[in-house]
Nanobody, 126 residues
Framework: QVQLVESGGGLVQAGGSLRLSCAAS????????MGWFRQAPGKEREFVAA????????YYADSVKGRFTISRDNAAKAVYLQMNSLKPEDTAVYYC???????????????????WGQGTQVTVSS
């Protein structure tokens, strides 16, 4: 089992930066693939970025490629999302998620994630 708590959200002007953090509890953090998703008002939750257990592979939605960077620190049991060049359309609640599957994990698929945090609000003003 793993519990996830996000932090680092807030209000920022367009073009600015934020760094989201996700702190995990539990002894098996390093065995989980980790992802960030977001949900804007009236829209479905969507994939943002994901990182493999060993940090060897990272994945990004086209809308954030080149602007966002996902990283993890297995010793600290944390995953991060550095968000640069923010746009108003990045406004959403951002969720951290953990995927337990060792085989067949699809990083961008919500149903492949077993544990979710409560989310942190990111608001980008124009």
């Amino acid at each position: 089992q793993v519990q996830l708590v996000e932090s680092g959200g807030g209000l920022v002007q367009a073009g600015g930066s934020l760094r989201l953090s996700c702190a995990a509890s539990g002894r098996t953090f390093r065995s989980y693939g980790m992802g960030w998703f977001r949900q804007a008002p009236g829209k479905e939750r969507e994939f943002v970025a994901a990182i493999s257990r060993s940090s060897g592979m990272s994945y990004y939605a086209d809308s954030v490629k080149g602007r966002f960077t996902i990283s993890r620190d297995n010793a600290a049991k944390a995953v991060y999302l550095q968000m640069n060049s923010l746009k108003p359309e990045d406004t959403a609640v951002y969720y951290c998620a953990a995927a337990a599957a060792a085989v067949g994990w699809r990083p961008s698929i919500l149903d492949d994630y077993d544990h979710w945090g409560q989310g942190t609000q990111v608001t980008v003003s124009s």
